[in-house]
């Protein structure tokens, strides 16, 4: 059975910085892409980041380039989002995801992502 487990989201004022933790179970982790995804009230699912089987890879959307990183600790089976300088436009729930394939090159779309965690809220407030 595949598991998707996210952590770490809460309430932060804008500036300041959350890390997200997906903790795996049951899927090929250490030769899987993993994103992590975004959806605000009211919006689509967009995609935030995501990084190849070996971690040397990642790519990230243009509104969260340079605040964001994602990283991943194949030992652990656990993917994480580090969160920096947090803006009011971040709000959302994050979910974590993972690819079929090792690699998921720039700007992937919720349907190359086969399985998905329950996701976690991140609130910022102005």
């Known amino acids: 059975q595949v598991q998707l487990v996210e952590s770490g989201g809460g309430l932060v004022q804008a500036g300041g910085s959350l890390r997200l933790s997906c903790a795996t179970s049951?899927?090929?982790?250490?030769?899987?892409?993993m994103g992590w995804f975004r959806q605000a009230p009211g919006k689509e699912r967009e995609f935030v980041t995501t990084?190849?089987?070996?971690?040397?890879?990642?790519y990230y959307s243009d509104s969260v380039k340079g605040r964001f990183t994602i990283s991943r600790d194949n030992a652990k089976n656990t993917v994480y989002l580090q969160m920096n300088s947090l803006k009011p436009g971040d709000t959302a729930v994050y979910y974590c995801?993972?690819?079929?394939?090792?690699?998921?090159?720039?700007?992937?779309?919720?349907?190359?992502?086969?399985?998905w965690g329950q996701g976690t809220q991140v609130t910022v407030s102005s």
């Open positions: 995801a993972a690819s079929r394939r090792r690699a998921s090159g720039p700007g992937p779309q919720v349907t190359d992502f086969g399985s």
């Open positions: 049951g899927l090929p982790f250490s030769s899987s892409a």
């Open positions: 990084i190849n089987w070996s971690g040397l890879s990642t």
